[in-house]
């Protein structure tokens, strides 16, 4: 099944109670919930009091995607915030598999993202260990950016590996996906897909068109 997910870092925040509910009502299965450290990557967004204010405005998955350098430190509060997915970056952790361990350990998915530049072969000793792998197809840290050219054959590559495991993992991408490209991104093997600003610029109607495309490859 294709599944959107549209990244709350575009939402308008005074709205975003509202702005959840049209992405519910028009298909989105997720909520993409970026966090932001000022180390791992330059920004810093929001964090735990954030994801648990917006916990009851809507029964969708929290796919709570983690910039920030050595996440195991804070599973738990992520858990207790309300994450159900839980992504790390390869490169943030000191030990990936005690991290994504960590993140089953509490009863949640567990995610393995990789920056623009690391290889895609560096995923395959962790797949036991993860329910997803997220490609990130800008450099992670600022939302609007555009779609790196590779990244759908960085994707093709990424779902051969998955599918070669023989194991149920989810394939996201993140960055610069628009209603222009989704359907490209969908043919490489993604099944998981993050929309910020093309979603968010009006929410019920692009969720609906980006539906009608995952929809229509399922
Ligand atoms: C970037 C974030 C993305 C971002 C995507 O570091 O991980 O989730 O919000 O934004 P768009 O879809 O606008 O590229
Ligand atoms: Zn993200």
Known sequence: MNILAPSILAADFKQLGRQLEEIRENGAEYVHIDVMDGKFVPSISFGMPVIKSI??????????????????RYLKEFKESGADIITVHYEACGDVAATLQ?????????????KPKTEVDVVKEFLPLCDMILLMSVEPGFGGQKFIDGSLERAGEL??????????????????????????????????IVAGSAVFKDPAENTKQFMEILNGRN
């Open 55 to 72: 916990r009851p405005a809507t029964d969708k998955v929290f796919d709570v995607h983690l910039m920030i350098e050595e996440p195991i």
């Open 159 to 192: 779902r051969k590996i998955i599918n070669a495991s023989g194991l149920p993992i989810n394939l996201e991408i993140d960055g610069g996906i628009t209603l222009g490209n989704v359907a490209d991104v969908l043919d490489a093997g993604v099944n998981v």
């Open 102 to 114: 960590g993140i089953r350990d509490l009863g949640l998915k567990s995610g393995l993202s990789i």
